[in-house]
C-alpha cells in the first residue's frame, strides 16, 4: 500500500496552526471514565437507551410530567454536535399543560468515582427548537428553561433541579435577579447556581442560548461540597470556581438534562452527546487504577511523589535502598536546578541515580518501590496491568574509555518480592543489559547482545529459559521508554522499549519465577564488574496503570503527548490502512478512528498535547500548552489546511 511520507519537521508544523485554531472548549482532555459517546451497538452500554455496564447503573432513562405530554427519544447521527462525533441522542417533548417538562437522564454506578477525591463531569448539549424572543415559544416566563443538572436520587429525575440536586447550570425563559436581588440576568442567558451562604445566588455567564449551537460543559465536584464549571459556546468561554452545591451530597449519582414548558402546546427539544463521568487515577469499578511516580514532591521523606517519600496514592511505602560493596546517590533533580536537564522536554523532575563500587568482590545497588502489596479498592494486580517507565543513562558506555565492559556490568529493570541489587529467581518479568558475552545455563549473553537491551523468558519456576534482544542499544544519554504488559492469570508479558527512534519489543514471555502473582516491588538495579567503576542513569514518569482507555494523541502508548506521538503521525500521514511493523492504526496516528491519518487527528493531538497519564494537569483537568522549545517544533505542516479542523469527544 502506498502512504505518502512527510518529514518530521513539517508535519510538526501542523500542529502550533491548529493549537491556535482550536475552538474554545478544548479545556480538558477526557482520557477515561464512565462515558456516553452513543457510538455502541443494539443493546450495548454506550447507545440509546443502552443498558448497565462499564460503569453506568442503568441505560438511559426519559421522564415526564403528564401521561398527555409526548416526549420522543432519538438515537441518531443527522448533525453531530461536534467534529469527530457522530452518534448522539435527541429529546423532543411536546407540552400538554403549563409546567410540562422532560428529563433525559443516566445514573453512573456507586462506584465509579470516589467520592472522597475530585471528579469531573463533560457533555456537550445542542438547543433544537425555534428560539426567536417574538415568534418562539421559550422567552415567555422562568417555567421556559434548560438544564443540565445532577441529582442525588431517582426523584431527581422528575421536575428539574431542586433540593435533590448537587450543582446546576440552566438558562431561562424570562429576565432573572442574580444573588444581590439587583443584577439582572436576560433571559436565555446560561446560569451557574452557587449555594455558598445558604441561599442561591446565580451567576450571569454571558453566553446566550442560541437554537443549534453546541454547548461544551465541565463540571468539577469535590468532596467539601463546592464545584467549579466551565461552558463555552466554541467563541466564549465562562468559568466559576469554588461554588457550594445545594445538597450537601458529594456523589449524586444522576447526571440529568431536562426541559421544561409554560404552556401547553410548547415544544422543547435539546440533543446529548460525549457524557463522561471522570475521575483521574479511578476507573469504572471504583477505587485507584493508575499509581505513578513523577518525582515531583522533590527530595523529601513527607511528599508521597518525592525521593524517598511516603506511602500513599498507592504505594504502601517510600522507596527502599539496597547495597553491597557500593556508595549509591540518590537525589531528585527539579527544574531550577543548575544540573537540571529534563529526560524529555516537560517532563520536569526526575529521580539521578549514581553506584560508585568501592571494595570487595561482589557489587550492586539497587532501589525499589512496592505498589502490589497494599490492598486499594479497584486496583487488582492479580489481574493484567502495565508498567511504563523512562530512563537515560548517564554513564559513558560506548566510548574506548568506558568500563561498562564486563558480564557483570548491568542495567537491570525487574519485578521482585523485595529490594533487590540483582535479578533473582523471584522475578516475575526482567529487563537486563549486559557489558560482556557469558554463558550459562539458559540466558546465554551472545555477542549480538552485548550493550542491547535484553527481555528474560523464564519457566515459571525459577529458571531463566532464553533472553530476548529488543535491538535497542545502550548509547550514552540515551532515554528509552520502556511498556510492560502483565497479564497474572497466564503468566506471561509483553514488553517493548523505544529510544525515539526505534522500538524493539517481544510477546507472550513466561515469568521466571513460579509465583502466581507479581512481587509488587519495581526495581532499578545496577552492578559493577569490578572496582572504581560508576553507574549512573535517571529514572522518571512511572506510570503502573489498569483498565485506562488509550489516551488521545498518544500514539506511542507511553502515557504522554508529546514530539514523539507527533512524528509518529508524521511518518504515517495519509495512510489509510495498517502499515508493519505497527499493529493498529492508532499507533500509527488515528486518533478519531475514522481509518485514515489527516488534520483531524493532527487537530486531537494538538488539542491534548503535554497531556501526561497521572499528572498535576490531568488531575486539575488542565490541557498543556507547549513550552517555547517545544513550539518550535510545532511550525506549519499543511497550514493552510489546519482553520476548522475538529476535534474528536476526547476534548471537552
Same mark, same amino acid.
Given at each position: 500500500?502506498? !502512504?505518502?511520507?512527510?518529514?518530521?519537521?513539517?508535519?510538526?508544523?501542523?500542529?502550533?496552526?491548529? %493549537?491556535?485554531?482550536?475552538?474554545?472548549?478544548?479545556?480538558? %482532555?477526557?482520557?477515561?471514565?464512565?462515558?456516553?459517546?452513543?457510538?455502541?451497538?443494539?443493546?450495548?452500554?454506550?447507545?440509546?437507551?443502552?443498558?448497565?455496564?462499564?460503569?453506568?447503573?442503568? *441505560?438511559?432513562?426519559?421522564?415526564?410530567?403528564?401521561?398527555?405530554?409526548?416526549?420522543?427519544?432519538?438515537?441518531?447521527?443527522?448533525?453531530?454536535?461536534?467534529?469527530?462525533?457522530?452518534?448522539?441522542?435527541?429529546?423532543?417533548?411536546?407540552?400538554?399543560?403549563?409546567?410540562?417538562?422532560?428529563?433525559?437522564?443516566?445514573?453512573?454506578?456507586?462506584?465509579?468515582?470516589?467520592?472522597?477525591?475530585?471528579?469531573?463531569?463533560?457533555?456537550?448539549?445542542?438547543?433544537?427548537?425555534?428560539? $426567536?424572543?417574538?415568534?418562539?415559544?421559550?422567552?415567555?416566563?422562568?417555567?421556559?428553561?434548560?438544564?443540565?443538572?445532577?441529582?442525588?436520587?431517582?426523584?431527581?429525575?422528575?421536575?428539574?433541579?431542586?433540593?435533590?440536586?448537587?450543582?446546576?447550570?440552566? +438558562?431561562?425563559?424570562?429576565?432573572?435577579?442574580?444573588?444581590?436581588?439587583?443584577?439582572?440576568?436576560?433571559?436565555?442567558?446560561?446560569?451557574?447556581?452557587?449555594?455558598?451562604?445558604?441561599?442561591?445566588?446565580?451567576?450571569?455567564?454571558?453566553?446566550?442560548?442560541?437554537?443549534?449551537?453546541?454547548?461544551?460543559?465541565?463540571?468539577?465536584?469535590?468532596?467539601?461540597?463546592?464545584?467549579?464549571?466551565?461552558?463555552?459556546?466554541?467563541?466564549?468561554?465562562?468559568?466559576?470556581?469554588?461554588?457550594?452545591?445545594?445538597?450537601?451530597?458529594?456523589?449524586?449519582?444522576?447526571?440529568? #438534562?431536562?426541559?421544561?414548558?409554560?404552556?401547553?402546546?410548547?415544544?422543547?427539544?435539546?440533543?446529548?452527546?460525549?457524557?463522561?463521568?471522570?475521575?483521574?487515577?479511578?476507573?469504572?469499578?471504583?477505587?485507584?487504577?493508575?499509581?505513578?511516580?513523577?518525582?515531583?514532591?522533590?527530595?523529601?521523606?513527607?511528599?508521597?511523589?518525592?525521593?524517598?517519600?511516603?506511602?500513599?496514592?498507592?504505594?504502601?511505602?517510600?522507596?527502599?535502598?539496597?547495597?553491597?560493596?557500593?556508595?549509591?546517590?540518590?537525589?531528585?533533580?527539579?527544574?531550577?536546578?543548575? &544540573?537540571?536537564?529534563?529526560?524529555?522536554?516537560?517532563? /520536569?523532575?526526575?529521580?539521578?541515580?549514581?553506584?560508585?563500587?568501592?571494595?570487595?568482590?561482589?557489587?550492586?545497588?539497587?532501589?525499589?518501590?512496592?505498589?502490589?502489596?497494599?490492598?486499594?479498592?479497584?486496583?487488582?494486580?492479580?489481574?493484567?496491568?502495565?508498567?511504563?517507565?523512562?530512563?537515560?543513562?548517564? &554513564?559513558?558506555?560506548?566510548?574506548?574509555?568506558?568500563?561498562?565492559?564486563?558480564?557483570?556490568?548491568?542495567?537491570?529493570?525487574?519485578? @521482585?518480592?523485595?529490594?533487590?541489587?540483582?535479578?533473582?529467581?523471584?522475578?516475575?518479568?526482567?529487563?537486563?543489559?549486559?557489558?560482556?558475552?557469558?554463558?550459562?545455563?539458559?540466558?546465554?549473553?551472545?555477542?549480538?547482545?552485548?550493550?542491547?537491551?535484553?527481555?528474560?523468558?523464564?519457566?515459571?519456576?525459577?529458571?531463566?529459559? @532464553?533472553?530476548?534482544?529488543?535491538?535497542?542499544? %545502550?548509547?550514552?544519554?540515551?532515554?528509552? &521508554?520502556?511498556?510492560?504488559?502483565?497479564?497474572?492469570?497466564?503468566?506471561?508479558?509483553?514488553?517493548?522499549? #523505544?529510544? *525515539?527512534?526505534?522500538?524493539?519489543?517481544?510477546?507472550?514471555?513466561?515469568?521466571?519465577?513460579?509465583?502466581?502473582?507479581?512481587?509488587?516491588?519495581?526495581?532499578?538495579?545496577?552492578?559493577?564488574?569490578?572496582?572504581?567503576?560508576?553507574? +549512573?542513569?535517571?529514572?522518571?514518569?512511572?506510570?503502573?496503570?489498569?483498565?485506562?482507555?488509550?489516551?488521545? /494523541?498518544?500514539?506511542?502508548?507511553?502515557?504522554?503527548?508529546?514530539? $514523539?506521538?507527533?512524528?509518529?503521525?508524521?511518518?504515517?500521514?495519509?495512510?489509510?490502512?495498517?502499515?508493519?511493523?505497527?499493529?493498529?492504526?492508532?499507533?500509527?496516528?488515528?486518533?478519531?478512528?475514522?481509518? !485514515?491519518?489527516?488534520?483531524?487527528?493532527?487537530?486531537?493531538?494538538?488539542?491534548?498535547?503535554?497531556?501526561?497519564?497521572?499528572?498535576?494537569?490531568?488531575?486539575?483537568?488542565?490541557?498543556?500548552?507547549?513550552?517555547?522549545?517545544?513550539?518550535?517544533?510545532?511550525?506549519?505542516?499543511?497550514?493552510?489546511? +489546519?482553520?476548522?479542523?475538529?476535534?474528536?469527544?476526547?476534548?471537552?
Amino acid at each position: 500500500m502506498k !502512504r505518502q511520507i512527510y518529514s518530521w519537521p513539517l508535519v510538526a508544523a501542523l500542529l502550533l496552526p491548529l %493549537l491556535a485554531v482550536a475552538p474554545a472548549w478544548a479545556v480538558t %482532555l477526557i482520557p477515561r471514565g464512565t462515558a456516553a459517546y452513543f457510538e455502541g451497538g443494539f443493546e450495548s452500554v454506550d447507545t440509546y437507551p443502552g443498558v448497565a455496564g462499564d460503569g453506568w447503573a442503568a *441505560g438511559w432513562i426519559t421522564r415526564k410530567d403528564a401521561t398527555a405530554t409526548t416526549v420522543t427519544g432519538t438515537l441518531t447521527n443527522t448533525s453531530p454536535l461536534d467534529a469527530g462525533t457522530n452518534n448522539y441522542a435527541n429529546i423532543l417533548m411536546t407540552s400538554s399543560a403549563a409546567n410540562s417538562y422532560s428529563t433525559l437522564g443516566r445514573k453512573y454506578d456507586a462506584l465509579a468515582v470516589n467520592p472522597a477525591l475530585d471528579y469531573t463531569i463533560n457533555a456537550l448539549f445542542r438547543v433544537e427548537e425555534y428560539l $426567536d424572543p417574538d415568534f418562539g415559544t421559550f422567552h415567555t416566563t422562568s417555567a421556559d428553561r434548560y438544564e443540565i443538572y445532577q441529582g442525588t436520587s431517582a426523584t431527581a429525575l422528575a421536575a428539574g433541579f431542586g433540593s435533590a440536586g448537587t450543582w446546576c447550570i440552566g +438558562a431561562y425563559g424570562a429576565d432573572s435577579l442574580a444573588g444581590d436581588g439587583v443584577t439582572t440576568i436576560p433571559a436565555g442567558n446560561w446560569t451557574l447556581k452557587d449555594y455558598t451562604g445558604g441561599s442561591v445566588y446565580q451567576w450571569d455567564t454571558g453566553i446566550s442560548l442560541v437554537q443549534g449551537v453546541t454547548y461544551a460543559v465541565q463540571v468539577t465536584v469535590r468532596p467539601d461540597y463546592t464545584w467549579d464549571a466551565t461552558i463555552s459556546d466554541g467563541v466564549t468561554t465562562f468559568n466559576k470556581n469554588n461554588m457550594r452545591t445545594r445538597n450537601l451530597t458529594a456523589s449524586g449519582g444522576y447526571v440529568e #438534562f431536562f426541559g421544561k414548558a409554560s404552556n401547553a402546546g410548547e415544544t422543547r427539544e435539546f440533543s446529548v452527546d460525549s457524557v463522561v463521568v471522570n475521575q483521574a487515577g479511578f476507573n469504572t469499578v471504583g477505587g485507584m487504577n493508575l499509581v505513578t511516580a513523577k518525582f515531583d514532591g522533590g527530595n523529601s521523606t513527607t511528599e508521597i511523589d518525592g525521593y524517598t517519600g511516603v506511602a500513599g496514592n498507592g504505594w504502601s511505602d517510600g522507596w527502599k535502598k539496597t547495597t553491597k560493596n557500593t556508595t549509591l546517590t540518590a537525589t531528585v533533580v527539579s527544574p531550577g536546578d543548575a &544540573e537540571f536537564d529534563d529526560l524529555k522536554t516537560g517532563t /520536569g523532575a526526575y529521580l539521578s541515580l549514581t553506584s560508585e563500587s568501592t571494595a570487595g568482590t561482589e557489587w550492586y545497588s539497587g532501589i525499589a518501590r512496592d505498589y502490589g502489596c497494599i490492598n486499594v479498592d479497584g486496583i487488582d494486580w492479580t489481574q493484567a496491568h502495565t508498567v511504563q517507565f523512562k530512563i537515560r543513562l548517564d &554513564e559513558d558506555v560506548d566510548s574506548e574509555l568506558s568500563t561498562f565492559t564486563g558480564n557483570n556490568d548491568r542495567y537491570s529493570i525487574t519485578d @521482585n518480592t523485595a529490594t533487590a541489587g540483582t535479578t533473582h529467581p523471584n522475578n516475575t518479568w526482567a529487563i537486563n543489559s549486559f557489558g560482556a558475552e557469558s554463558v550459562s545455563t539458559g540466558g546465554n549473553v551472545t555477542e549480538e547482545m552485548v550493550g542491547k537491551w535484553c527481555f528474560t523468558d523464564g519457566d515459571n519456576a525459577g529458571t531463566v529459559v @532464553n533472553l530476548i534482544n529488543s535491538g535497542i542499544a %545502550l548509547t550514552t544519554g540515551g532515554v528509552y &521508554e520502556f511498556t510492560v504488559d502483565l497479564d497474572p492469570t497466564t503468566r506471561t508479558y509483553d514488553v517493548s522499549v #523505544f529510544d *525515539g527512534i526505534s522500538t524493539g519489543s517481544a510477546t507472550d514471555l513466561h515469568w521466571r519465577s513460579a509465583a502466581l502473582n507479581v512481587g509488587g516491588f519495581l526495581n532499578f538495579a545496577f552492578c559493577a564488574d569490578s572496582v572504581g567503576e560508576t553507574r +549512573a542513569w535517571s529514572i522518571d514518569e512511572i506510570v503502573i496503570s489498569q483498565g485506562l482507555t488509550a489516551i488521545p /494523541g498518544d500514539a506511542t502508548g507511553n502515557g504522554s503527548v508529546d514530539e $514523539d506521538d507527533a512524528k509518529r503521525l508524521a511518518e504515517n500521514w495519509g495512510a489509510m490502512g495498517v502499515v508493519p511493523p505497527y499493529e493498529s492504526l492508532w499507533e500509527m496516528g488515528d486518533f478519531n478512528d475514522d481509518g !485514515r491519518i489527516d488534520a483531524k487527528d493532527a487537530s486531537i493531538l494538538a488539542a491534548n498535547w503535554g497531556y501526561v497519564a497521572g499528572s498535576a494537569a490531568e488531575s486539575n483537568g488542565a490541557t498543556a500548552v507547549p513550552e517555547p522549545g517545544a513550539t518550535a517544533l510545532l511550525l506549519t505542516l499543511l497550514g493552510g489546511v +489546519a482553520i476548522g479542523f475538529g476535534r474528536r469527544r476526547f476534548v471537552a
